[in-house]
């Protein structure tokens, strides 16, 4: 079973880099899934991120597109979210999560990331 | 982009209650529809995919339904444990939007 956690700063300055990574136990990072990042502001909705296959092809959300980078290490089993010019509107828990068939059937615990000075 | 809508944003119901809720996507997106439940304070969980196909292990009480553009969510018999949020998410295509979620709560 995959087994996934998220770690990084809980504490972001605004207008800074938000930078987390989900390790990935239980399975390859090479295998056939979608690694994906999704995140949740306080008493809101899922908002999706973005995603990575491991030949690092990427996916990302429109609207965040122009600050939002994914990579995947896979000396690691690793992959990581990259967020710049943060504000606090990008306060929110962050999941990874993954998806083997289309939908998200493995996440993780969830890291709050609080943007503020 | 394709935007998913649901209905309603919250509903209290009694134990025992048929409840069901909509999702309606902005375009066609075939069957590629996935329901998650968030507990409070919790991860949220896969219930149901390819629009009607029940996650190994969720209560035969919740079913699916829908094709295209119109979907719902059906508990058959709400129950106190059914407490939660519940998010349709299409994953056919990138970007993979989720709705705006669905609190459910015991009237």
């Known amino acids: 079973q995959v087994q996934l956690q998220e770690s990084g700063p809980g504490l972001v300055k605004p207008s800074g880099t938000l930078s987390l990574i989900c390790a990935v136990s239980?399975?390859?990072?090479?295998?056939?899934?979608?690694w994906s990042w999704i995140r949740q502001p306080p008493g809101k909705g899922l908002e999706w991120i973005g995603e990575?296959?491991?030949?690092?092809?990427?996916n990302y959300n429109s609207s965040l597109k122009s600050r939002v980078t994914i990579s995947v290490d896979k000396s690691k089993n690793q992959f990581s979210l990259k967020l710049s010019s943060v504000t606090a509107a990008d306060t929110a828990v962050y999941y990874c999560?993954?998806?083997?068939?289309?939908?998200?059937?493995?996440w993780g615990q969830g890291t709050l990331v609080t943007v503020s000075s | 982009d394709i935007q998913m809508t649901q209905s309603p944003s919250s509903l209290s119901a009694s134990v025992g209650d048929r409840v069901t809720i909509t999702c309606r996507a902005s375009?066609?997106?075939?069957?590629?529809l996935a329901w998650y439940q968030q507990k409070p304070g919790k991860v949220p969980k896969l219930l149901i995919y390819?629009?009607?196909t029940l996650q190994s292990g969720v209560p035969s009480r919740f079913s699916g339904s829908g094709s295209g553009t119109d979907f719902t969510l059906t508990i058959s018999s709400l129950q106190p444990e059914d407490v939660a949020t519940y998010s349709c998410?299409?994953?056919?295509?990138?970007?993979?939007?989720f709705g705006q979620g669905t609190k459910v709560e015991i009237k």
């Open positions: 999560a993954s998806s083997q068939i289309g939908p998200l059937d493995y």
């Open positions: 239980g399975d390859s990072i090479s295998s056939s899934n979608w």
């Open positions: 990575i296959y491991h030949s690092g092809s990427t």
């Open positions: 375009q066609g997106i075939n069957n590629y």
């Open positions: 390819a629009a009607s």
């Open positions: 998410q299409k994953y056919h295509s990138a970007p993979r939007t």
